[in-house]
């Protein structure tokens, strides 16, 4: 049987939206060391493995926004959808203390056989479904940990990330200012342009309105949280579309 390296939830929804959630899942396929990157159960569990929250969240906001929903079904750590192919953290062999035993002997052929096998199919589902209207907003999900090992604990609930194109995410930031119980975060905790990422890739090459939206990871732990979150967020990213008309 061929492992699926996407889901698409919503394909025949009709709105201008796409979701997308690159680092959905932790998922190891068999392929890959048999399944196994020889890191422990709870490693796996944590952010350097995936986003922990953010596919319930996507998936939420599909349902209320009307709109499609891509998310990779690999670990970042099998390779990561959210950088160029050309970059030197594709494939991670330590990662906030972890060493990937899978990944201490990545060369060139497994290299290029996970980005066409997981990779590759992952940014082609994406790319086909942005392109299915002239007028499409791309939305990408992720989430954050709260603290980095040996780093200061994160005081945002929510950032807003950007690159050369901030057409959409000023207007949002501005709107979540205006929301007194969040510690909203511009371009953090992460830079918001990396060349060849999923957004420079899918959004700001072709032109494209867009946003990355990151969720501290610990404020969605739950399906409620996730759902709470998104019923928040949908007629926010709903007012900021209909008000800057673009």
Not at 58 to 68: D, I, N, Q, T
Not at 129 to 158: M, N
Not at 223 to 238: K, S
Request: net charge negative; charged share 25%.
């Amino acid at each position: 049987m061929t492992y699926l390296p996407f889901h698409i939830v919503g394909e025949d929804r009709e709105s201008r939206w796409l979701i997308t959630c690159d680092h959905a899942s932790n998922a190891v396929p068999p392929e890959v060391n048999g399944g196994s990157l020889g890191i422990s159960d709870d490693d796996m569990a944590r952010h350097i493995a995936f986003d922990p929250g953010a596919a319930g969240v996507s998936l939420a906001l599909g349902e209320l926004m009307s709109a499609p929903v891509v998310m990779g079904n690999f670990s970042r750590l099998v390779i990561d959808p959210n950088r160029g192919e050309d970059d030197p953290t594709l494939v991670m062999k330590l990662y906030d203390g972890t060493i990937v035993p899978a990944n201490r002997h990545v060369d060139e052929a497994e290299l290029e056989r996970r980005l066409n096998a997981y990779y590759r199919p992952y940014h082609g589902a994406v790319a086909r479904l942005a392109a299915r209207r002239d007028d499409t907003v791309y939305v990408a999900i992720h989430s954050f940990t709260r603290q980095l090992r040996g780093r200061d604990p994160r005081p945002w609930h929510i950032g807003v990330l950007y690159g050369k194109d901030d057409r959409f995410a000023l207007p949002l930031l501005r709107r979540l200012h205006d929301e007194p119980d969040l510690c909203v975060g511009e371009n953090e905790p992460y830079g918001g342009h990396l060349d060849g990422d999923s957004v420079d890739r899918h959004a700001i090459q072709p032109h494209r309105v867009n946003v990355l939206i990151e969720l501290r990871n610990d404020l969605i732990r739950t399906d409620q949280q996730q759902y709470d979150w998104a019923q928040r967020l949908a007629p926010i990213l709903e007012e900021v579309l209909d008000a800057s008309q673009l």
